[in-house]
């Protein structure tokens, strides 16, 4: 079967592939959740070395870390899809990137959360004002505030454009707002988060980021699915297609 | 493609001459809020001097965040802004001078008075000329980033609180390294140097983009 690849990117046939595809992703995202979980919990050292060993409480890596990467992959996503709309004149491209943005917003929140419960016991702080903390206040910021401009504007069609081009904006200000928090001397500004790399973290350790990563990332296909379906409903309620659907749908 | 620029510049600037409280409100926000500080935290000599370089950038990234909100406003009300979308001429050109004129109408003033509140917070000679230079070379800056978002909240209601939540968190390299350039002049005028040679690249890059972007942003407000 040889289809245009085009096809899915009408509404009305995307409603329908997005529908199949929600519960694999669902499905997917709880088995590796609790797998890595697990894994984590109880298949891990219960303290770093180092000469100030970080105890149990360095498991909330394992959250913290995976939501701290998915929250700025996700923005990168919303900027892609918008561009892609912009570019292409796709309606659907602008309805992901709506859809996409609420729940790297919640990661974004997670990370900064999760940081700081792990900054307490580890710095006796809640908050510092550590380059990579900041850039992610920032960052949960330019969510914001692009969800804001979002749904301040009444017409579809504008909103989606003019979030568009704020989110390609701040894409390319997130590089410069990064390098200025993280000045260049390293020794000039508290930095807490030490440089690391992934050839420097304990494998066990790895697999547990890797694979909460996973589940994060499945989960946030599977809500940007439900929420985009959502979203095709409301704008295409006056279509022939959606009467049909709401039809098959309502008896049960 | 200059002269349409000068054209833009003189008419807006006669326009803003004709009003000049609109020019007053900015500038005397400014030094209010920037007034209100010492008030708050206490008048010791010290820690206003340690405060000084932020507190101003600060007061300076609100004032010229608000008058923003005048960029297009009168414009797109009397619907001239419509015209000019349908003008030959390029729309980025039309936007650069007007963000030039704003900028003339509000970033100016601000960089004058800066010495005078600088004063207040007892800063010395040399902090006040490199405040008063950073000022000159970020305020534009300010003025370039916040028209994209003038532009995208154009007509919208509620406009201007959420002109500030768009705007600001782009306007963080400029308070960084503003700052941070007469913070530095404090200890060696000589470390100046790479703060004002970033807030000269930040500069050339907003001039070169921002036109562009503030112009799509006006084409989609608008259609």
């Not at chain 1, 609420?102 to 809640?126: D, E, H, Q, V, Y």
């Not at chain 1, 900041?134 to 301040?152: M, P």
């Not at chain 1, 979203?231 to 279509?239: A, G, K, P, S, V």
């Not at chain 2, 833009?8 to 600037?13: A, F, K, M, S």
Request: include cysteine.
């Amino acid at each position: 079967m040889k289809r245009h690849w085009f096809h899915f990117a009408a509404p009305s046939t995307f409603y329908h592939l997005a529908g199949r595809l929600t519960p694999w992703f669902l499905g997917l995202a709880l088995v590796t959740g609790v797998v890595a979980l697990y894994w984590g919990f109880f298949e891990t050292p219960d303290r770093l070395g180092g000469s100030n060993p970080q105890k149990e409480y360095y498991r909330i890596i394992f959250v913290h870390v995976a939501s701290a990467w998915m929250s700025m992959w996700l923005y990168i996503v919303v900027a892609a899809w918008s561009a892609i709309g912009l570019v292409f004149n796709t309606r659907l491209s602008y309805m992901m990137a709506i859809s996409v943005a609420p729940t790297g917003a919640l990661f974004t929140f997670l990370a900064l959360f999760t940081g700081s419960f792990w900054g307490k016991p580890s710095w006796g702080t809640w908050w510092d004002w550590d380059p990579r903390l900041t850039s992610e206040l920032v960052l949960f910021f330019l969510y914001v505030g692009y969800l804001a401009l979002h749904s301040a504007i009444d017409d579809a069609r504008r909103a989606d454009r003019a979030a568009a081009l704020l989110a390609i904006v701040g894409l390319v200000t997130v590089p410069i707002i990064f390098w200025s928090i993280n000045c260049p001397d390293p020794n000039q500004c508290a930095a807490l988060h030490q440089r690391s790399s992934m050839s420097d973290i304990d494998g066990n350790i790895l697999f547990g980021m890797l694979g909460l990563t996973f589940a994060f990332w499945m989960y946030s296909f599977a809500t940007s699915f439900m929420r985009v379906r959502s979203i095709i409903l409301e704008r295409e309620t006056d279509t022939a297609w959606v009467a049909e659907v709401i039809d098959r749908e309502a008896p049960r | 493609m200059f002269r349409t620029f000068m054209v833009i510049v003189r008419r807006d600037v006669t326009l803003a001459m004709r009003r000049r409280t609109d020019v007053l409100t900015t500038l005397f926000f400014f030094v209010i809020v920037a007034s209100l500080f010492p008030l708050g935290i206490g008048s010791e000599r010290e820690m206003l001097r340690f405060l000084g370089p932020g507190v101003v950038w600060v007061a300076a990234l609100l004032a010229s965040m608000l008058a923003l909100e005048r960029l297009f406003a009168s414009d797109y009300a009397d619907g001239t802004l419509e015209q000019m979308l349908l003008t030959p001429q390029p729309l980025s050109i039309l936007v650069l001078g007007k963000v030039f004129a704003h900028w003339l109408l509000t970033g100016l003033p601000l960089v004058l008075i800066a010495p005078l509140i600088g004063l207040q917070y007892h800063l010395e000679g040399t902090s006040l000329a490199v405040m008063a230079a950073a000022l000159l070379v970020g305020t534009p800056v300010l003025s370039l980033i916040g028209a994209i978002g003038a532009a995208l909240t154009l007509g919208l209601r509620g406009g201007g609180i959420l002109l500030s939540l768009l705007v600001l968190p782009l306007y963080i390299p400029v308070l960084v390294y503003g700052s941070g350039a007469v913070t530095v002049s404090a200890i060696d005028v000589a470390d100046v140097q790479p703060f004002m040679a970033l807030l000269g690249a930040f500069l050339i890059l907003a001039l070169a983009f921002s036109p562009l972007a503030t112009a799509a942003a006006l084409r989609i407000s608008l259609e």
